[in-house]
């Protein structure tokens, strides 16, 4: 297979391809379009000028459409649509592979992205097969990233998550040091009314601390 920038008349090609009732499935929008909007989008990414359209060619037939739009200085996002006539034949994979090692993507080192629907199962294997790694799902997709910038992602959503969590813990920081008022209020009230009781149930509260310090311990090991 060799592959070659989007042409202008690759416009009905696509088209038909991007209505194909599976691509309409994975899909966000599902509805089918209409031709003026597609010649709207066509437009659209002709005149991209960031963003990376290339057209797998084999045996003189248009194979299949991969795009690397830019989002960010160093991401773009990776979407594919294979020519229906050459689905399960294993093409998309080989067209990834060959348009990340293009001069175009591979000197820039962006950090390639895929958001795939989790019922999209071929589409999935097409990118694993590729080099790409699963780095996090959503409710309905998962994210993977090409395989040379993997680690980079990691570190990055392991620091966004130590942030979540550390955020969580000052909220229950917080809380608890409320709750901590709210438990003294609640000892004063019981020492002044039944201080005998109040300080049995201390005693036992005591006790009780004690044993989870000893517990406690034991993790530390």
């Not at 294997?125 to 409710?139: D, N, T, V």
């Not at 036992?204 to 090991?221: H, M, N, T």
Request: cysteine-free; charged content about 30%; glycine content about 4%.
């Amino acid at each position: 297979m060799k592959i070659r920038s989007l042409k202008v008349e690759d416009l009905d090609d696509i088209f038909v391809w991007r209505n194909d009732p599976v691509t309409r499935k994975n899909s966000i929008n599902k509805n089918q379009l209409s031709y003026d909007e597609h010649k709207a989008w066509f437009r659209k990414v002709l005149r991209d000028k960031n963003g990376k359209y290339f057209i797998g060619i084999k045996n003189k037939e248009k194979v299949g459409l991969v795009s690397y739009i830019k989002e960010k200085k160093k991401y773009r996002n990776v979407s594919i649509n294979i020519n229906p006539k050459f689905r399960g034949k294993g093409y998309g994979t080989t067209l990834l592979i060959l348009s990340q090692k293009s001069g175009e993507i591979i000197s820039e080192g962006s950090i390639l992205i895929a958001k795939i629907k989790k019922s999209n199962i071929a589409s999935f294997k097409s990118f694993q097969k590729a080099g790409y790694i699963k780095f996090s799902q959503l409710k309905y997709y998962y994210l993977l990233s090409n395989h040379i910038n993997h680690d980079r992602i990691f570190k990055m959503s392991k620091i966004d998550n130590q942030k979540k969590y550390q955020k969580i813990i000052d909220k229950i920081e917080s809380l608890r040091s409320k709750n901590n008022n709210n438990w003294m209020d609640i000892l004063r009230v019981a020492f002044k009314h039944s201080p005998k009781e109040a300080a049995k149930i201390m005693s036992r509260i005591y006790k009780e601390d004690q044993r989870i310090s000893i517990l406690a311990k034991k993790l530390g090991k």
